[in-house]
């Protein structure tokens, strides 16, 4: 397991039982979330389990995962459904679609900004061998403003050049990558390390300050 705070996972409606004051009882400190897909789909749990996640004291963030769309278009329907920001970590989940057409650089670029200059925060960027593949050795100055939050099911972090280190790490899907998997409360899960020292350096990552 890489080396950091193994505090946070991340969920989706595929995640069909969640007991959050479990979860938070097993030790996480964070929930990162889907909320939308593409330009038009909205997760149907995701609003019910912010309110139940805030009950049980967790952090609560949210993710996009972006499509072949238009990037501010989908930056807007993201923000909607995620409702009030405020102390929310907002991420892009920036990978291969295996349903559809995948997002591009351009319009990932595009998607980051519009989050910026409506939360003045740039939001989180998640991704994994898709991103490898796209940017090489290539560096992209906007995206690099974004917390790096890597998806890699090996025993080393191979972090874009793009970032000089990770924020986040999902080294597990719950299956691939080195335990541990499991969280009480929602069973084997997508957990992510946080690479920091403490909780309080967890809460400033979610709010931003």
Request: glycine fraction near 10%.
């Amino acid at each position: 397991m890489p080396s950091g705070l193994n505090v946070v996972i991340d969920l989706s409606h595929h995640n069909q039982t969640v007991d959050f004051a479990q979860v938070k009882g097993a030790g996480i400190l964070g929930v990162i979330h889907k909320a939308t897909q593409g330009v038009a789909f909205v997760d149907p749990t995701y609003a019910d389990r912010r309110a139940l996640a805030s009950r049980a004291g967790l952090l609560w963030g949210a993710y996009h995962f972006g499509t072949a769309s238009d990037g501010v278009q989908q930056a807007q329907a993201f923000l909607k459904a995620v409702g009030d920001p405020t102390n929310l970590l907002l991420v892009l989940d920036f990978e291969n679609n295996m349903t559809g057409p995948s997002m591009t650089l351009e319009e990932a670029r595009a998607f980051v900004t519009h989050v910026q200059q409506a939360t003045n925060r740039y939001p989180a960027f998640y991704c994994g061998q898709y991103f490898k593949e796209l940017m090489g050795t290539g560096t992209d100055p906007i995206l690099a403003q974004c917390p790096l939050w890597l998806a890699q099911y090996g025993p080393t972090a191979v972090v874009p050049p793009n970032w000089p280190t990770w924020t986040l790490w999902q080294y597990t899907d719950g299956a691939q990558g080195d335990g541990p998997y499991e969280v009480a409360g929602v069973g084997r899960v997508d957990r992510d390390v946080y690479n920091g020292s403490s909780a309080a350096d967890l809460q400033k990552l979610w709010t931003g300050s």
